[in-house]
């Protein structure tokens, strides 16, 4: 158990619909990021928030959305959703904002079906 | 473009040692690291490299060369359970973009 939490395991959903993913860090982790994962394929980095501020962008699309709060937990908004956005997401939490050595600890992830 | 390589599959004996290479075309970065994934699992956290060289833990050791834009993963005395993907990552200099490989699916046979 890496101490993330994300809610839910498994959301199935329809084209066009919009939903969202929880993450609860380790305590004391400042840093948030969220990944995707399409099946059979490596991680896709979409996006990291450091103490409630945007820390880096990846190839995250513009229908996506994120934001982390003043408790720390974070939430990943997909909206208008397709077929091709089936995927699991995952949250991992570090300590510092990851210049240097910095592990990054990964929830269980929440497996996405968009029908 | 910024980006990291690594084979796709590499298949290996139990007991022995394999290797597994990450190179990488990235203008500057802060270190490599290694995360494993069994299958339907999260990644853990296996090893960073900071500076050029190579880290030991227990049965796995990293290796990193700037100089050579080259890593690779050392995992010796192989176990059946080692059998996941493995990926190597950085985090650029320029834009702290994470940067990740695709994955290496490493398949041990008795």
């Known amino acids: 158990d890496s101490g993330v939490t994300q809610t839910p395991k498994h959301l199935i959903t329809a084209t066009g619909q919009r939903v969202t993913l929880r993450c609860s860090p380790r305590s004391g982790d400042l840093s948030v990021y969220w990944y995707q994962q399409s099946l059979d394929q490596g991680l896709q980095f979409l996006i990291q928030y450091y103490n409630g501020e945007e820390r880096a962008k990846g190839n995250i699309l513009e229908r996506f959305s994120a934001q982390q709060f003043p408790d720390l937990h974070s939430e990943l908004n997909l909206s208008s959703l397709e077929l091709g956005d089936s995927a699991l997401y995952f949250c991992?939490?570090?300590?510092?904002?990851?210049?240097?050595?910095?592990?990054?600890?990964f929830g269980p992830g929440t497996r996405l079906t968009v029908l | 473009g910024q980006s990291l390589e690594q084979p796709s599959e590499v298949t290996a004996v139990e007991g022995a040692i394999v290797q597994i290479n990450c190179t990488y075309q990235?203008?500057?970065?802060?270190?490599l690291s290694w995360y494993q994934q069994h299958d339907g699992g999260a990644p853990t956290f296996l090893s960073y490299?900071?500076l050029d060289g190579l880290e030991e833990t227990g049965r796995f050791s990293s290796f990193l060369s700037r100089s050579d834009s080259y890593g690779y993963l050392l995992l010796q005395e192989l176990q059946m359970k080692d059998s996941a993907s493995y990926f190597c990552?950085?985090?650029?200099?320029?834009?702290?973009?994470?940067?990740w490989g695709a994955g290496t699916k490493l398949i041990i046979k008795p």
């Open positions: 991992a939490s570090s300590v510092s904002a990851g210049e240097a050595r910095d592990t990054q600890y």
């Open positions: 490299n900071g």
């Open positions: 990552a950085v985090r650029e200099r320029s834009n702290y973009q994470l940067i």
């Open positions: 990235t203008s500057g970065f802060y270190g």
